[in-house]
C-alpha cells in the first residue's frame, strides 16, 4: 500500500502566502508524476499543477506566476509554495502520485488539505 500524507494548510490574508507538502511512503518502486489538484466548495477537482520525475512542470493558467511546485526525489515529497494568494484560491488542496510498485501503476491521492484566503 502506499500513503500520501500532506501537510501545510491553514488560514491566509489576501496577498499572503502558504506551502503545501505531501510525503509519499509505503510500497514503492518508482514514482512518476506528482502533483496538486484542489476543489472549491460546490465545484468540480482540478488540477493545479504537476511535476514529472524529470522535472518537467505544468500550471492551471490561475496559478502560473503564483504558485511553484517542486519535489524532492529521494524523499519521494512533493512541495507546493503558493504566494499572492487569493480568496478563489480557497479550496481543499489535494496531493496526487503515479507511483509503480514495480509490477504496475497505480494513483494514489491524499487525504486533502484545508486553504482558506480571507481577511
Known amino acids: 500500500q502506499v500513503q500520501l500524507v500532506e501537510s501545510g494548510g491553514g488560514l491566509v490574508q489576501p496577498g499572503g502566502s502558504l506551502g503545501l507538502s505531501c510525503a509519499t511512503s509505503?510500497?514503492?518502486?518508482?514514482?512518476?508524476?506528482m502533483g496538486w489538484y484542489r476543489q472549491a466548495p460546490g465545484k468540480e477537482r482540478e488540477l493545479v499543477a504537476f511535476?514529472?520525475?524529470?522535472?518537467?512542470?505544468n500550471y492551471a493558467d490561475s496559478v502560473k506566476g503564483r504558485f511553484t511546485i517542486s519535489r524532492d526525489s529521494p524523499k519521494n515529497t512533493v512541495y507546493l509554495q503558493m504566494n499572492s494568494l487569493k480568496p478563489e484560491d480557497t479550496a481543499v488542496y489535494y496531493c496526487n502520485a503515479m507511483v509503480s510498485n514495480g509490477l504496475r501503476w497505480d494513483a494514489y491521492w491524499g487525504q486533502g488539505t484545508h486553504v482558506t484566503v480571507s481577511s
Open positions: 509505503g510500497s514503492i518502486f518508482s514514482i512518476n508524476r
Open positions: 511535476i514529472t520525475s524529470g522535472g518537467t512542470t
